[in-house]
């Protein structure tokens, strides 16, 4: 099993959709969990740190669930520019803390 | 601050050949990793840093893969024999290890092409 998940997608949303991605992860001990956005041919940047009480940057709103090993990103009202790659980060656990990423999740938003 | 630089920005090589890609991390930040992203894989953590020293190399694929980080503001990662399965963008990031919730800073990535 991979230890962090996601739909690799991708997500074809009209312009205003509203659209949430998922990521699970497989250790229980990780510490601390983000979100990045990775454009075409670019490197990925850090879109939202994703806290345990959940929390929100304008359209976006990231979600953790411990109980479950689960993150969520919800993104309201789709933008044009919203199109990239997102993905899920979780950092630590074990005795050798590692910043993993998921595979990410495809997001086209249409005209 | 300019950023982690990667340097080159593309590399085409032949099979055999060996390949050594270059980092220089945010000043300051003394944790970097080494990751290689495909298509089918997506990004992989090759190996990182804390304070210069390898921490985890448990992703490096094989022998023909090594890296080093000789000082606080330089990295090597290198490909000796090169193969065409290792055609790859490579990244480097930094980060301050002050808890978990700071921010890792890529490099722009080298475009590795074995032919």
């Known amino acids: 099993r991979k230890e962090v998940e996601q739909d690799p997608g991708p997500f074809n949303v009209p312009e205003g959709a509203t659209v949430a991605f998922n990521c699970t992860y497989s250790?229980?001990?990780?510490?601390?969990f983000f979100w990045y956005r990775q454009d075409c041919r670019k490197e990925p940047k850090l879109l939202m740190s994703v806290y345990s009480s959940g929390n929100e940057d304008g359209r976006f709103t990231a979600q953790l669930n411990r109980a479950s090993q689960y993150i969520s990103l919800l993104i309201r009202d789709s933008k044009l520019s919203d199109s990239a790659t997102y993905l899920c980060v979780v950092y630590g656990g074990g005795a050798t803390n590692k910043l993993i990423f998921g595979t990410g999740t495809l997001l086209a938003v249409q005209p | 601050d300019a950023g982690v630089i990667q340097s080159p920005r593309h590399e085409v090589t032949e099979m055999g050949q060996e390949v050594t890609l270059r980092c220089k991390p945010i000043s300051g930040h003394n944790s970097l990793f080494w990751y290689r992203q495909t298509m089918m894989r997506g990004l992989e953590l090759l190996i990182y840093f804390n304070n210069n020293v390898p921490i985890d190399d448990s992703g490096m694929p094989e022998d023909r893969f090594s890296a080093k980080m000789p000082n606080a503001s330089f990295s090597t990662l290198k490909i000796q024999p090169s193969e065409p399965r290792d055609s790859a963008v490579y990244f480097c990031?930094?980060?301050?290890?002050?808890?978990?919730?700071?921010?890792?800073?890529f490099g722009q990535g080298t475009r590795l092409t074995v032919v």
């Open positions: 990031a930094s980060r301050l290890p002050r808890g978990g919730y700071t921010e890792a800073f």
């Open positions: 250790n229980s001990a990780s510490q601390s």
